[in-house]
Structures are given as structure tokens and as C-alpha cells.
């Protein structure tokens, strides 16, 4: 697979209960970021990693929300204690630094309803 | 800070008709990147196209075309002879030189009746 992958596709947890959702990116890419989307919204950012560093962590929501990246690949976005204003579409992207071609790529991302 | 507006929230028009969404921005960078995504019904992101501050020749591409223009900080998307296959979300996007800021505007939601 050549894309941006994330699992699970769809997730419904109970109130209350930890979430992890897992990005994997396409391979060689050094930026990763993870965007919120609610539905009939926009994107809102989460969190970028550059390698398995996060230099910018501002747009985590609370600190409910942390996330983190290995191997310069996959990253894991975790959500403690899950509310229902966390539900929405979790996307995760992945470009180059380097090179001229720094355009995101997409996953389809991880629908996460909490009841 | 980096902005990117969208102005126009909804558009609808008839198939067959030009469209143009528009997009501004604002970065203090003077090096910068800009881009336009799709966002179909089925919710997949999909990018059209990416254009460099440093390159302010318009692009066409089939029935797209992109016209950026620095002196007015606007990077505007025209579609033409719409389909109702364009019917999407539009997002236009702002990435500075380093790549720890992208921000996304707040997306046109596009309706191409039939």
C-alpha cells in the first residue's frame, strides 16, 4: 500500500474509556500530523511530528489528548477518559520536508463516536 | 501567525457552469507553500494542486485552473463547465518553509446541480 493508512476505520467507545488511533504513513515521509474534523467542519489541527519529534503540541485539545511517533513511522494518537465532544473524524497526514514536494497525503481516517 | 480564509461557505450552480472559490491568505514567511484539497462526499482528502511562493504562473489542469496572485494574497480555484462530480468541500491550505505550520481554511462546500 502506497497511502496513508489508520486503523480503526470506525470506533465507538463508551464515556469514560481511553481510545488509541494508529496513523501509518507512507513510508520515507518525515512530517506526520493528526487533524480533528467534526462533522460539517473544517480541520482543525492537532499535532505535528517532525521524525518522531512533536515541536508543536499547541493544538492538542486538552490534556486528555497526547500522541506519539516511532521509528520515524507510525504514530499513535491516545484520548484518556473520552467524552462526547471528542467524537469527529480523526485524519492523519503525511508529507516530505525535503525535495520540493511537501503536499499532505491523507488517510481515510478513524471515526470515533463516543456514547 | 499564518491565516487562510475562505470566504465563501456554500456555493451552488448548475452543471455546466464556471465556478471560482476563493482563497486568501495571510504569512509573514517569504517563503511559503500553498495548496488546494478536495473532500468528496466519501471524506478522503485529496490534493489538486501545490504552488510556491516563488512561482506566480497560473496552472491549468483539464477543467481547473488556479490563479495566485502574491499582490492580493490570493490563491483562487476556478472550475470550468462543472460536473456534479465537483460537488465537494474545497479546502485551501498555507504551509510555511519549515512545515510546522499547515493551516487550512475553513472549506467551500461546492453543489454542482444537475
Known amino acids: 500500500g502506497a497511502g496513508v493508512s489508520q486503523s480503526p476505520s470506525n470506533k465507538v467507545t463508551e464515556k469514560g474509556k481511553d481510545v488509541e488511533l494508529r496513523c501509518d504513513p507512507i513510508s520515507g515521509h518525515t512530517a506526520l500530523y493528526w487533524y480533528r474534523q467534526r462533522l460539517g467542519q473544517g480541520l482543525e489541527f492537532l499535532i505535528y511530528f517532525q521524525g518522531n519529534s512533536a515541536p508543536d503540541k499547541s493544538g492538542l485539545p486538552s490534556d486528555r489528548f497526547s500522541a506519539e511517533r516511532t521509528g520515524e513511522s507510525v504514530s499513535t494518537l491516545t484520548i484518556q477518559r473520552t467524552q462526547q465532544e471528542d467524537s469527529a473524524v480523526y485524519l492523519c497526514?503525511?508529507?516530505?520536508?525535503?525535495?520540493?514536494?511537501?503536499?499532505?497525503?491523507f488517510g481515510p481516517g478513524t471515526r470515533l463516536t463516543v456514547t | 501567525a499564518q491565516k487562510v480564509t475562505q470566504a465563501q461557505t456554500e456555493i451552488s450552480v448548475v452543471e455546466k457552469e464556471d465556478v471560482t472559490l476563493d482563497c486568501v491568505y495571510e504569512t509573514r514567511d517569504t517563503t511559503y507553500y500553498l495548496f488546494w484539497y478536495k473532500q468528496p462526499p466519501s471524506g478522503e482528502l485529496v490534493f489538486l494542486i501545490r504552488?510556491?511562493?516563488?512561482?506566480?504562473q497560473n496552472e491549468i489542469s483539464g477543467r481547473y485552473s488556479w490563479n495566485f496572485q502574491k499582490s492580493t494574497s490570493s490563491f483562487n480555484f476556478t472550475i470550468t463547465a462543472s460536473q456534479v462530480v465537483d460537488s465537494a468541500v474545497y479546502f485551501c491550505a498555507l504551509r510555511d518553509n519549515y512545515g510546522q505550520n499547515f493551516v487550512f481554511g475553513p472549506g467551500t462546500r461546492l453543489s454542482v446541480l444537475p
Open positions: 504552488r510556491n511562493s516563488f512561482d506566480e
Open positions: 497526514a503525511s508529507s516530505m520536508t525535503s525535495g520540493g514536494s511537501y503536499e499532505q497525503y
